[in-house]
């Protein structure tokens, strides 16, 4: 049996939905992260020549604080949708976002912005997926991201557990020729797949919390 774990870049997956959204005219936000994840299992099968059973997910994100003084409930939906998350199984990995001061590039303007960066995320998912490997949790790793960020430890991993797999799940619109190249066998997720893979609205917690989709987000 091949055991297999999903690391999630969430925002990568996140904007990727947001696309998919427009272009279905249908919000795909309210996504289950774990049943989008486990409808791929047959690829992954088909490509290792085995049994593909879903071992862990993780997903990568931020909580960005910063935005709550223009929408004082981003956090507080994203916050829900985490737990709703955690609830069905999906570890989540939390970074930060970062202040960075940035001059305006018109020379007659020379004002000082305050721009805030995703921080640590491309790391996190780096280190981890070596850790699984080392630790022994899986037989395949798949990135569900379209970030070449992650080649360097790609490659990494490549070298030294050349009896591990590593596949890409591209999301919608991301799909990404020289990832591609690096771990032969990755697929693109179709944006069908995101509003066919919604949460249950509203969400039964296992601690009996009842949580609702956004109305608006």
């Known amino acids: 049996m091949n055991r297999v774990t999903f690391l999630v870049d969430g925002f990568n997956l996140y904007h990727s939905v947001r696309t998919a959204g427009k272009k279905l005219n249908k919000s795909a936000k309210w996504l289950d992260i774990r049943a989008l994840c486990s409808s791929y299992l047959h690829l992954v099968k088909g490509i290792v020549g085995d049994t593909a059973n879903l071992e862990k997910v993780y997903y990568f994100s931020a909580l960005a604080k910063h935005l709550d003084a223009v929408d004082p409930k981003v956090t507080l939906r994203h916050k829900k949708l985490l737990k709703c998350f955690e609830d069905t199984g999906v570890i989540i990995e939390l970074s930060r976002f970062k202040p960075k001061q940035i001059k305006c590039p018109n020379p007659s303007c020379g004002k000082i912005f305050t721009k805030h960066e995703?921080?640590?995320?491309?790391?996190?998912?780096?280190?981890?997926?070596?850790?699984?490997?080392?630790?022994?949790?899986?037989?395949?790793?798949?990135?569900?991201?379209?970030?070449?960020?992650?080649?360097?430890?790609?490659?990494?991993?490549?070298?030294?557990?050349?009896?591990?797999?590593?596949?890409?799940?591209?999301?919608?619109?991301?799909?990404?020729?020289?990832?591609?190249?690096?771990?032969?066998?990755?697929?693109?997720?179709?944006?069908?797949?995101?509003?066919?893979?919604q949460l249950p609205d509203p969400f039964q917690h296992s601690d009996g919390t009842i949580i609702s989709k956004p109305a608006v987000w």
């Open 118 to 197: 995703e921080k640590e995320t491309d790391v996190a998912i780096a280190v981890k997926l070596i850790e699984i490997f080392i630790v022994d949790e899986c037989d395949t790793a798949v990135l569900v991201t379209g970030d070449t960020d992650l080649a360097p430890s790609v490659k990494t991993a490549d070298r030294l557990y050349p009896s591990k797999k590593i596949l890409f799940a591209f999301p919608y619109g991301r799909k990404n020729r020289e990832l591609s190249k690096l771990a032969p066998g990755s697929f693109g997720i179709n944006k069908n797949q995101y509003v066919k893979y």
